[in-house]
């Protein structure tokens, strides 16, 4: 077969096998369609893709392309997002790619049980994240000003002082915080994990995160009733709550399938 011309199979995730192909939703490779291959109680979400677009060797290039790179996480987390809308999906990590449709068959009937077992566990539930923010104002005022009045070495000595003890009251405050949310959250979804704090440029906000979770809610009323009373309560120590999603279930999955 001519190089150019090989062609694979790129997986997004599992769903029911008697789900249809998500509608409206651009597969990675816009010349192609978004499909599902059945392997007894689950189906391959599916799409053909280029080997040479995609091959290991050349991705590490592709992905410093971020043009590229934008693009195709665009319509991977468009199709799942689609597919979600219909029933529930268990994602795979971006650029899941086999060489062709017997490989892809068989890594999916090789799971079938505990995939099916997932899509049963996420059935009429969704993956919400919640994230805390606070002003470093809050915390860099009293600081701000005993530097400014640093006029001698005992000065300077009794605000590197007091320094420390604004570090050590922001992370006593951060774990306390995560710590009472967590728990509080948890309690009204079915499964709940926190996950590594992000610095401003990757959340793209110029308040300090204290605070990142991800949590399977079935029922979201209760769930968004238990943010906002948390939200006002911790308003007044200057913190922010968000909550984003519904997300593709990434974080409740199992590890060799959910993005790395």
């Not at 999916?108 to 002003?135: H, W, Y």
């Not at 913190?239 to 959910?258: I, K, R």
Request: proline share 5%; aromatic share 6%; hydrophobic share 40%.
């Amino acid at each position: 077969m001519n190089a150019t011309a090989a062609r694979g199979w790129y997986l997004y995730g599992v769903v029911r096998a008697d789900a249809e192909p998500p509608h409206g939703a651009q597969a990675v490779d816009s010349g192609d369609e978004v499909t599902v291959l059945p392997e007894g109680r689950v189906a391959a979400l599916a799409s053909r893709v280029s080997l040479v677009e995609f091959d290991e060797e050349a991705l590490p290039q592709r992905l410093a392309d971020a043009e590229w790179l934008e693009e195709k996480i665009r319509a991977h987390e468009q199709v799942l997002e689609a597919a979600l809308a219909a029933g529930p999906v268990v994602p795979c990590r971006f650029c899941t790619v086999y060489r062709g449709e017997d490989e892809l068959r068989r890594f999916v009937a090789e799971r079938e049980g505990e995939l099916a077992e997932g899509l049963d566990r996420l059935d009429g539930r969704v993956e919400l994240g919640v994230k805390a923010f606070v002003d470093p104002a809050r915390f860099t005022s009293e600081l701000q000003e005993a530097a400014a009045q640093a006029t001698s070495g005992r000065a300077y000595l009794e605000a590197r002082r007091e320094e420390q003890r604004l570090g050590a009251e922001l992370v006593r405050f951060q774990n306390e915080l995560a710590d009472g949310l967590h728990e509080r959250l948890h309690a009204a979804a079915e499964e709940g994990v926190t996950l590594p704090l992000q610095s401003r440029e990757v959340s793209g906000r110029d308040r300090e995160m204290l605070f990142n979770g991800a949590y399977l809610v079935g029922d979201r009323e209760r769930f968004e009733e238990e943010l906002a009373e948390a939200a006002l309560e911790v308003r007044e120590n200057g913190v922010e709550l968000e909550l984003t999603g519904p997300w593709p279930p990434y974080n409740f999955v199992p590890e060799e399938l959910a993005r790395s």
